[in-house]
């Protein structure tokens, strides 16, 4: 079956740098947009990035646009997010996410798969 499998989440200061990635398996991934997205306490989950199946064509949230960069491999079957001068705002539980089509989605319903989250922290 397919999984996703979120890792490198950690606590960081403010303006620190973290690369999360997502490890799919159960799929070829070059047949999937993906996306990432993040949920805090209480809150919806959000969506913060979106890449279509190529890497061709990327989007990104208001927010975190010129900080966060996403990015794929799909010879190794592996997703990223590079978050660079993360703020505490960006303080939430990270997951990536894949659906099969071309287009990149920031809707959360378009996606069919989601990992199971990594926690990022950022301390002011």
């Known amino acids: 079956q397919v999984q996703l499998v979120e890792s490198g989440g950690g606590l960081v200061q403010a303006g620190g740098s973290l690369r999360l990635s997502c490890a799919a398996s159960?799929?070829?991934?070059?047949?999937?947009?993906m996306g990432w997205f993040r949920q805090t306490p209480g809150k919806e989950r959000k969506f913060v990035a979106a890449?279509?199946?190529?890497?061709?064509?990327?989007s990104y949230v208001d927010s975190v646009k010129g900080r966060f960069t996403i990015s794929r491999n799909d010879a190794k079957n592996m997703g990223y997010l590079q978050m660079n001068s993360l703020k505490p705002e960006d303080t939430a539980v990270y997951y990536c996410?894949?659906?099969?089509?071309?287009?990149?989605?920031?809707?959360?319903?378009?996606?069919?798969?989601w990992g199971q989250g990594t926690q990022v922290t950022v301390s002011s």
């Open positions: 996410a894949v659906h099969l089509g071309y287009g990149y989605e920031i809707r959360t319903s378009a996606y069919d798969n």
């Open positions: 159960g799929l070829t991934l070059r047949a999937y947009a």
């Open positions: 890449i279509n199946w190529n890497g061709g064509t990327t």
